[in-house]
């Protein structure tokens, strides 16, 4: 009797601790081998993370024959858009398969929230169709119904469903979306990030973000109205290399689509780290993402690209790295009236009321997450508690300890 009411207990507190991933698609794909292609493709595009992070979702598995033509005909990064076409932002076992209003419906899938697709090509068409089966295709108008659903892998009603379907949806557009010569300063005068664009030009640093481009990059590029803003430091102030290290704090060395970046902990290495503190550490709230530098913060704006292993973000504010203005240049530098740029001030002011705790950036890493992210998490969500922990490892093991005594003295109680 006690030790069921002992597991019990047990059981339900481990499920209180389980529920900082909505759910993990690697280890549902483990339990079917024919899969395995499908899930190390989702891991190694980092679909793995989108879906981990969402709380609604359709997965489209394909077993490895269907995958081996796929992946023997295109790139990863073409690999990557016609998976994410493979994943719906829905919930659809296979009985609502089979309750389709009207038998027909166009579904959004993930790769309509990459900013690239049109609405058409970026869903896809579920057809139930004569007979019993049910069909899959492409949305974009003139496609066909080339897939069909083969089988149900597993379902968690109304949070993830996964569905096996005969082969691979195309949708035609998407072939050719391959970006594998990316024009960075391109993609980022378009939308609207200008100076960023010719800093990153005249400064070089450009062609260190292109040597990085095989491997992996993430750039955070702040659009024109951020170079504007009140409280950021006069550039022209800052030497060649203060200027080549600023910029290289706004790239990771790795590609971080937004799922990654969502469901990091703790701080990420830029490309300006090794002398001095050059790490960002993100935090999620629902569907947003902020950086926070350790002076200032900024909301991820929008993906202007996604094309693996390369990913452009804007953001709302230039990221300023403590290793360069942790020391609160304040007032001190512009003393004679240099009044248009009134020093870092404003920004400088909201992760800490005091200027004094800026001035002393050695200070152990974990002091500046708890400072900011107060400021701009709206408290209470789940993703908040994400937020809290971001960068600062060391409060998890205390949690467990609390859990695990927690754990003891509920088996204590029981046992007597
Ligand atoms: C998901 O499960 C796999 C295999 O069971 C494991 O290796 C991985 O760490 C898990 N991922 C998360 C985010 O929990
Ligand atoms: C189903 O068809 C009817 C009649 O053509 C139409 O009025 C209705 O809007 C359709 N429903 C959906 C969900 O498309
Ligand atoms: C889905 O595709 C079929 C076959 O091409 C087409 O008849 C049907 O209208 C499409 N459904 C929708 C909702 O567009
Ligand atoms: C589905 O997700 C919600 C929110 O995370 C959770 O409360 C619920 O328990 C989940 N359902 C199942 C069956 O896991
Ligand atoms: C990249 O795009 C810019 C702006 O559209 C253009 O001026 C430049 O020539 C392009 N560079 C390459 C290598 O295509």
Known sequence: MASAKTTTVVFSVLAIFAVSYAHNITEILSSDPSLSQFSSFLTQTKLDDEINSRQTITVLALDNAAMATLTAKHPISVVKNLLSLHILLDYYDPKKLHSIDNGTVLTTTLYQTTGS?????????????????????????????????????????????????SAPIIAPALLTAASSDVNVTGVLEKAGCKTFASLISSSGVLKVYQSQMDKGITIFAPNDEAFKAKGVPDLTKLSNAEIVSLLQFHALSSYSPIGTLKTTKGSLPTLASGVGKYDLSPSAAGDSVTLHTGVDSSRIASTLLDATPVVIYAVDNVLLPVALFGMSPSPAP?????????????????????????????APSSSESPADSPADSPAGTSADENTKNGGNERRVPAMFIAVGLSVVSGVISLVL
């Open 117 to 165: 697709a049109s609405s058409q090509e970026g869903s896809v068409n579920i057809t139930d169709l004569k007979g019993g089966s049910v069909g899959f295709g492409s949305g974009a108008p003139g496609s066909k119904l080339d897939s069909t659903y083969t089988k149900s892998v597993k379902q968690i009603p109304y949070n993830i469903s996964v569905l096996e379907i």
């Open 334 to 362: 512009s003393p004679d009236s240099d009044s248009p740029s009134p020093a870092p001030a404003p920004e400088a002011d909201s992760p800490s009321p005091a200027g004094t705790p800026m001035s002393s950036p050695p």
